[in-house]
């Protein structure tokens, strides 16, 4: 064989392996893409939860419910529901069969898993429940109804953003192929739709709430979200009818049925093409498939919005019956509850306060959930200047201070990837400094890390307190006057960045939607010179000596 040849043969042997090497590595590149997810349950009362674990934990699960596997349920539900709580016993036993752990308590439940299905049937505990699960940065599957109450519900999402910890909540109604059919426009713009689904009462929930939610939940994904006011056409013994007015002249209609007819799920619409079915109930499935890509993705598929304007519309149509028939806005309504919302949970703040911890100490609850404390109140132990060079700034009564400290930033000896951090600052009369966190390189932190803004004054721009410097302005300037505490959280998570002030979300970002260096995502300009995508996802936290005074105390971080 001449050499020609031979180079031909061993570049064939060589093209054939290499095509080899890429084909079968594909699988094992996908596999490794998706992580393997561990899941529990809170709340075994409801028939959801035994259909989920057995789609997950029994034969061979493919697609997007491949790689998630329920480990672990907490089988408290309700506590007074005849209906759910007689389950529970013999539900114990089903998912125990099926691999499953149960857990005395939710707090043991979130140490053993990534992500949560919060299935108690009852709404009315969903919050307390639910409180824990945002404190540990699991996303949560929220089933329906979302709460007991729509008080309830918008104090749910308001803690999700607080603790920005993502949740969901639906029925399986919205994701039958009929009703996603319409959402998606198949039949065009669709200006009328009539719903029904069975109506059951529960006599601790507002009317719609318990088992109207299914056909309420169908009318909305039809119609989508926009409903402006509701009446309570009919309400007896055997059925229930409400007529909603949208925006632009829309209509929709939902009958609740006890007994008669309509049976089942349904209804019909008038689109582009005339009047087309809804169609009915698809199984658990579809609902299931959404709830596995958001607990990958972080990204819930319904909207905190539209899922509010549902429960909106339910307690609108319970205040309607009330005033006798009267049509009720859905605003009054949402209103009335926001204030009602906020009021319980300055009350949970207060009652968090009253169990307190001494400061520079973690409270039981905070040992529990996994925090690390940073700073002793005492010493130094831990800490460095950013050039590596001890720190020169003595403690004062308790509190860090990186003022004179011998470095431009006074940073924790370890660096952190995905995380939340909090603590307490004090800012004198004048005060320019920030919390740096994500730093790469130590030598260059400006550059290499994201800062929030520590600034005295009232402003909301790029460089008020706050801001994720440069980048992000605070919504709303809520630092304490200076020679007063102030807190502080941030959390990041993949390229998910907030900072929270005192208890409210004012500044995020998405790291992966700013692509261009140096440049806004309205397009002006900030003095990074590379794209914030490009920014590390883990770093050195530090605080930073910018020529003044500032306190800090209660130095907390949690990883995720």
Known sequence: MNSGSLIRLLSRSFFSLLLLAVVCSGPLIAAEAKKELKAGIIGLDTSHAIAFTKMLNTGNPEGDLAGIRVVAAYPKGSPDIESSTSRVPGYIEQVKAMGVEIVPSIDELLKKVDVVFLETNDGRPHLEQAIPVFQAGKPVFIDKPVAGSLVDAIALYELS?????????????????????????EEG????????????????????????????????????????????????????????????????????????????????????????????????????????????????????????????????????????????????????????AHAKLKKLDLADAGSAAPDNTLTAAEKEAGWKLLFNGKDYSGWKCNNGKPIDAPIEDGALVPYKSGGYLIVYNKPFADFKFKCDVKMPEECNSGIFFRVGDLKNPVQTGFEAQVLTGEGTGMHDFGAIYDLVAPSVNRASKPGEWTNIEITCKGPHVSVAVNDEVVAKLNADEWTEPGKRLDGSDHKFKDAVKDFPRKGYLGFQDHGHKVWYKNVKLLAL
């Open 161 to 185: 953003e607080k603790y920005n910890t993502p949740m969901f909540s639906s029925s399986s109604l919205r994701f039958a192929k009929g009703a996603q059919r319409l959402r998606n426009g």
């Open 189 to 340: 713009k669709i200006t009328k739709c009539s719903t029904h689904s069975p109506c059951s009462l529960e006599a601790t929930h507002p009317d719609l709430f318990w088992y109207g939610i299914h056909g309420v939940e169908t009318l909305f994904t039809v119609m989508g979200p926009g409903c402006q006011s509701v009446k309570r056409t009919v309400s007896n013994a055997d059925r229930d009818e409400v007529a909603g007015k949208w925006a632009g002249g829309r209509e929709g209609h939902f009958t609740g049925v006890r007994k008669g007819t309509p049976k089942g799920y349904g209804g019909t619409a008038v689109g582009e093409n005339g009047e087309v079915a809804v169609g009915g109930y698809d199984g658990y499935k579809p609902l299931l498939v959404e709830i596995a890509k958001f607990f990958r993705s972080g990204k819930a598929p319904v909207s905190p919005e539209e899922t509010l304007e549902i429960y909106t519309f339910m307690e609108a149509a319970d205040e309607s019956k009330r005033q006798g028939g009267a049509e009720v806005t859905l605003a009054s309504v949402y209103e009335k509850a926001e204030k009602e």
